[in-house]
């Protein structure tokens, strides 16, 4: 190994290349800018990552000619780039991404990393992501690490050894500062009904924004909550402190929050460092159904861009549009619903474009991906109610969704359902 600058580790990188960076908070910014430095010499460079924070200048459409991204979940600084046909989409489910790499279906040239100096054993830690870190640092042929002494000290399947690194960087750059959704009046009711389906001693799901905030804001009740999940926030923090998550009904890693990557505020890193409670680990560990499925009462609390009245889910796209991904929903879905007293729940608001349009449809629209499939549904949520799906028949399901949509559409899609003989 050896320490270089980060103009020196990333010379090396040729026309042709793939390389795979850290995602989400954990964006090696160090390394990456170096390497868009070099985009005048460079040809078809692939550039392989989930969601990563920051401004991505390898998205800009200037570096078309030099970098091709193959988005495996697309983060909002990668959108324009895949919809204007300057970057790629590769639908994966997220406990699947280490096994492409695995696999040799992607083959890594380099990986970036974003990591802890190593300790006095020689170990560095992965920081605010592990994700599928240890796969691509075993495909990859070099790979690159930033020292980055603001990297917070996370335990668990989080570390890697220096007998593993070729090149490093020494930096001192703290994690992307993300703060979540503003908590409005649509957020708050769903929260409040999701919380409703949530018992004492559940190990919960959850992700980022307005909506799981909420949620997070409405179990101040419950008790003695876990947590098994590909990410959490400075909400799972808030719950923490209030005693409501300690972990203590887990049937496996009890006592621990568990999670892949996490993103939020200082807070929340300053939280993680050297926390036992915290293990991070590999996504094929964290959103494998079968370990989802161990914990008896698991609620998994996801999102939609939209619904059908027969229960079709839309997650990664607005029509054409690519939009996210796919990315751990169905993992926790099917996992979820496989548990004994288990939950998948999907909440969203009943509108979007500030009240103009129904997120609850007769058909959704053209080339909108169907995420989590009728058969997959179980339980949605909006701000007007409750729709339990499963074992509903499809006219009883588009009942139970109509009077959960928002009212200035029901009237609309009753005459839909009775068109498409739903009703």
């Not at 046909?85 to 994966?92: C, F, L, N, T």
């Amino acid at each position: 190994m050896k320490i270089v600058s980060a103009e020196q580790a990333v010379a090396g990188i040729r026309s042709g290349d793939q390389l795979y960076l850290q995602c989400a908070a954990a964006t090696p910014s160090v390394l990456l800018d170096a390497l868009v430095a070099r985009a005048p010499e460079l040809e078809a460079v692939s550039v392989v990552h989930l969601h990563c924070e920051g401004p991505g200048p390898h998205l800009a459409p200037a570096m078309a000619p030099h970098f091709r991204h193959r988005a495996l979940f697309i983060g909002p600084n990668a959108r324009a780039a895949v919809n204007e046909g300057r970057a790629d989409y590769v639908p994966a489910f997220l406990s699947d991404v280490p096994r492409l790499f695995e696999s040799g279906m992607l083959p890594l040239n380099f990986v970036f990393v974003n990591a802890t100096p190593p300790d006095a054993h020689g170990f560095c830690s992965l920081g605010t992501s592990v994700e599928a870190m240890h796969a691509a640092i075993k495909a990859a042929k070099t790979v690159i690490v930033q020292f980055n002494r603001a990297v917070p000290r996370t335990l668990g399947e989080s570390f890697i050894h220096v007998d593993q690194i070729d090149l490093a960087v020494e930096c001192d750059v703290p994690p992307y500062d993300v703060h979540m959704g503003e908590i409005g009046d649509v957020e708050r009711r769903i929260g409040e009904f999701v919380a409703d389906l949530v018992p004492d001693g559940a190990t919960i799901q959850m992700g980022i924004g307005a909506i799981p905030a909420a949620v997070g804001a409405a179990l101040t009740g419950k008790r003695d909550l876990g947590v098994h999940t590909e990410m959490f926030t400075d909400t799972i923090v808030d719950l923490v402190e209030a005693g409501v998550i300690n972990g203590s009904m887990k049937e496996r890693n009890r006592g621990k929050i568990v999670a892949a990557f996490m993103m939020g505020t200082k807070r929340l890193y300053d939280f993680v460092a050297d926390n036992p409670m915290i293990e991070m680990r590999s996504v094929d560990f964290t959103n494998d159904t079968h370990v989802i499925r161990t914990f008896s009462r698991m609620t998994a609390i996801n999102s939609a861009v939209e619904i059908d009245l027969t229960g079709q889910i839309v997650a990664d796209s607005i029509g054409h549009r690519m939009y996210s991904g796919v990315g751990g929903q169905m993992d926790f879905v099917r996992g979820a619903s496989l548990a004994s007293e288990g939950k998948a729940i999907i909440a969203l608001p009943s509108s979007a474009q500030g009240g103009g349009r129904s997120r609850i449809v007769a058909s959704i629209q053209e080339g909108a991906g169907v995420v989590t499939t009728r058969a997959h549904a179980r339980t949605v949520v909006t701000e007007h109610g409750i729709a339990e799906l499963w074992g509903r028949s499809l006219r009883e399901r588009a009942k139970a969704l109509i009077a959960i949509a928002d009212p200035a559409f029901r009237d609309e899609l009753e005459h839909e359902a009775e068109r498409l003989h739903l009703a």
